[in-house]
């Protein structure tokens, strides 16, 4: 098939931040489709296009941070709406895939699929609109119809949905009965992953700071969503009680600057804490290779427990521990598997007692270690779920490949 993806912020191996739609473009290229990367140009890469591991990517000038304000994204997202929309209406296509968020992403997808005449697929990687409603993002009652007019009709213009979580699915077969959805998690780049102990006994043969210590480790956003000031506090009550543990926060975002004030107006920066820049995801596997326990964080909302974080699942596929401080389907696997810790929301004090007790239990961090490598390779390996992947795709296309009357792997390249 010829698939244009439309994704505003994917990013390579080489970036900062999660890279699923690159891991599962660069399989849809190796099973012989041809894939176009629609995306917005990060801060160093120059708009254009590229060829990155088979997939033709291109480069929008519409640029987007965390960082940013509300209104400045709301901007960024209508810029990449009008500017992919151009883009993706030339192109050739069998199918069109749009990973949200933002939602918009399906004005253009939509529009390009509809130019063609063939089918598209949306993938939703977060409860919308019910989430920036409840973050108060969407505060007057004419953003929140809106909010609601472009979900249902984006829902309904896709031949299948796909969630990242059961809690995503069930939300939107509830205010959407009748649209077929199917989940497909995150997943865990095991062969990413597969030299993290070694990379991570270097690091901390460099790092006097972190040495044979306990490490505990967030590699994510620091956005208002994330609530990393959670951490912050766990780092003041551990100098107390527990001095010799670290925490490692690697990222950025809108809250970076909030969060390194108040580490060090609580006494933690750069003591027991320490505050990182992004790193690529080819180099953060030292860190997680390095550390005992890996922390994936929010802020106490109820519609957050249905998130599929990254973190989480390049904890798994580094062996590592995982610890949530919030309900929902990670919750419920990691206590029900054994692969870490849930932490309470809301209370960083408490959360500091349990993760003192986890990391002085080396029996409970073995099994934790165990369970976690155990999900990576039996239930979330990136080849397993890119599996049910491609199955939507080809379904949404027109049938399975037999039905069709080719293999995939053999595109048809005509008009």
Same mark, same amino acid.
């Given at each position: 098939?010829?698939?244009?993806?439309?994704?505003?912020?994917?990013?390579? !191996?080489?970036?900062?931040?999660?890279?699923?739609?690159?891991?599962? /473009?660069?399989?849809?290229?190796?099973?012989?489709?041809?894939?176009?990367?629609? &995306?917005?140009?990060?801060?160093?890469?120059?708009?254009?296009?590229?060829?990155?591991?088979?997939?033709?990517?291109?480069?929008?000038?519409?640029?987007?941070?965390?960082?940013?304000?509300?209104?400045?994204?709301?901007?960024?997202?209508?810029?990449?709406?009008?500017?992919?929309?151009?883009?993706?209406?030339?192109? $050739?296509?069998?199918?069109?895939?749009? &990973?949200?968020?933002?939602?918009?992403?399906?004005?253009?997808?939509? +529009?390009?699929?509809?130019?063609?005449?063939?089918?598209? %697929?949306?993938?939703?990687?977060?409860?919308?609109?019910?989430?920036?409603?409840?973050?108060?993002?969407?505060?007057?009652?004419?953003?929140?119809?809106?909010?609601?007019?472009?979900?249902?009709?984006?829902?309904?213009?896709?031949?299948?949905?796909?969630?990242?979580?059961?809690?995503?699915?069930?939300?939107?077969?509830?205010?959407?009965?009748?649209?077929?959805? &199917?989940?497909?998690?995150?997943?865990?780049?095991?062969?990413?992953?597969? #030299?993290? #102990?070694? /990379?991570?006994?270097?690091?901390?043969?460099?790092?006097?700071?972190?040495?044979?210590?306990?490490?505990?480790?967030?590699?994510?956003?620091?956005?208002?969503?994330?609530? %990393?000031? +959670?951490?912050?506090?766990?780092?003041?009550?551990? /100098?107390?009680?527990?001095?010799?543990?670290?925490?490692?926060?690697?990222?950025?975002?809108?809250?970076?600057?909030?969060?390194?004030?108040?580490?060090?107006?609580?006494?933690?920066?750069?003591?027991?804490?320490?505050?990182?820049?992004?790193?690529?995801?080819?180099?953060?596997?030292?860190?997680?290779?390095?550390?005992?326990?890996?922390?994936?964080?929010?802020?106490?909302?109820?519609?957050?427990?249905?998130?599929?974080?990254?973190?989480?699942?390049?904890?798994? /596929?580094?062996?590592? !521990?995982?610890?949530?401080?919030?309900?929902?389907?990670?919750?419920?696997?990691?206590?029900?598997?054994?692969?870490?810790?849930?932490?309470?929301?809301?209370?960083?004090?408490?959360?500091?007692?349990? &993760?003192?007790?986890?990391?002085?239990?080396?029996?409970?961090?073995?099994?934790?270690?165990?369970?976690?490598?155990?999900?990576?390779?039996?239930?979330?390996?990136?080849?397993?779920?890119?599996?049910?992947?491609?199955?939507?795709?080809?379904?949404?296309?027109?049938?399975?490949?037999?039905?069709?009357?080719? #293999?995939?792997? $053999?595109?048809?390249?005509?008009?």
């Amino acid at each position: 098939m010829r698939i244009t993806y439309i994704h505003q912020y994917f990013k390579t !191996p080489g970036m900062a931040g999660g890279t699923r739609s690159y891991e599962l /473009a660069r399989r849809l290229v190796a099973r012989g489709h041809e894939v176009h990367m629609i &995306t917005g140009a990060p801060d160093g890469v120059r708009a254009g296009i590229s060829t990155e591991a088979g997939i033709v990517v291109h480069w929008l000038p519409v640029p987007y941070r965390n960082a940013m304000s509300y209104r400045r994204r709301i901007w960024a997202f209508l810029g990449f709406v009008g500017r992919s929309a151009v883009v993706a209406g030339r192109l $050739r296509h069998d199918l069109v895939f749009v &990973t949200s968020t933002p939602l918009t992403v399906a004005i253009p997808g939509v +529009y390009a699929a509809l130019r063609r005449r063939v089918p598209m %697929v949306l993938e939703v990687r977060d409860v919308w609109p019910e989430l920036p409603i409840a973050l108060g993002a969407l505060r007057s009652p004419v953003s929140r119809w809106a909010a609601r007019r472009l979900e249902a009709w984006a829902y309904h213009r896709a031949a299948r949905v796909i969630a990242l979580s059961p809690g995503m699915a069930d939300s939107i077969r509830r205010r959407n009965p009748g649209v077929p959805v &199917t989940v497909v998690p995150n997943s865990c780049d095991r062969e990413l992953f597969a #030299d993290a #102990d070694r /990379a991570g006994v270097a690091l901390r043969r460099d790092r006097p700071w972190l040495g044979d210590r306990p490490l505990v480790l967030y590699a994510g956003t620091l956005g208002l969503v994330n609530g %990393v000031d +959670y951490l912050v506090r766990m780092a003041a009550r551990l /100098a107390e009680t527990d001095p010799e543990v670290r925490l490692v926060i690697i990222g950025e975002g809108r809250m970076r600057d909030q969060v390194r004030g108040l580490a060090a107006e609580l006494g933690v920066l750069d003591r027991n804490l320490f505050l990182l820049g992004p790193v690529a995801k080819t180099e953060v596997v030292a860190f997680f290779g390095a550390c005992d326990l890996t922390v994936s964080v929010t802020v106490d909302v109820p519609e957050l427990a249905s998130n599929s974080a990254n973190k989480v699942f390049d904890g798994f /596929a580094a062996g590592r !521990p995982v610890a949530v401080n919030h309900g929902g389907w990670l919750a419920e696997l990691i206590t029900t598997s054994g692969a870490g810790l849930v932490l309470p929301p809301g209370d960083p004090v408490a959360a500091a007692a349990v &993760t003192a007790a986890f990391l002085r239990d080396a029996a409970a961090r073995a099994a934790a270690r165990a369970a976690a490598r155990d999900l990576a390779r039996e239930r979330f390996d990136r080849d397993l779920v890119f599996r049910d992947f491609e199955r939507v795709l080809t379904e949404a296309a027109g049938g399975s490949p037999e039905e069709r009357g080719r #293999d995939p792997r $053999r595109p048809d390249r005509g008009d």
